[in-house]
């Protein structure tokens, strides 16, 4: 069993920035990527960036790229998503995400465990 807790959403103006951090605890040496996705109300939960362990490699949608860093700290099983130069359709609620695959998978069906959520909210 692995418990993930998100902070760091709140409400920003179009263009500000936000950095979000995921704490992983209970079973973490079974965790090699972590990541986040995110929802926007009336839509499916998407993909925003994820971290290997293995390699520090990272992936992100092409929506953020460009806008979003993922960095982690692996000994902490701790994640952040530095966001810059957000945008009112970054608006979602961001859930942090934990996998035992040893590689990145941008499908929600990948993830093994979910955080409960924090909102990020950009008004135009």
């Known amino acids: 069993q692995v418990q993930l807790a998100e902070s760091g959403g709140g409400l920003v103006q179009a263009g500000g920035s936000l950095r979000l951090s995921c704490a992983a605890s209970g079973r973490t040496s079974y965790v090699w990527t972590m990541g986040w996705f995110r929802q926007a109300p009336g839509k499916e939960r998407e993909f925003v960036g994820a971290i290997s362990w293995a390699d520090r490699s990272t992936y992100y949608a092409d929506s953020v790229e460009g806008r979003f860093t993922i960095s982690g700290d692996s000994a902490k099983n701790t994640v952040y998503l530095q966001m810059d130069s957000l945008k009112p359709e970054d608006t979602a609620m961001y859930y942090c995400?934990?996998?035992?695959?040893?590689?990145?998978?941008?499908?929600?069906?990948?993830?093994?465990?979910w955080g409960q959520g924090t909102q990020v909210t950009v008004s135009s």
């Open positions: 995400v934990a996998s035992t695959n040893r590689y990145v998978d941008v499908t929600v069906a990948a993830y093994d465990y």
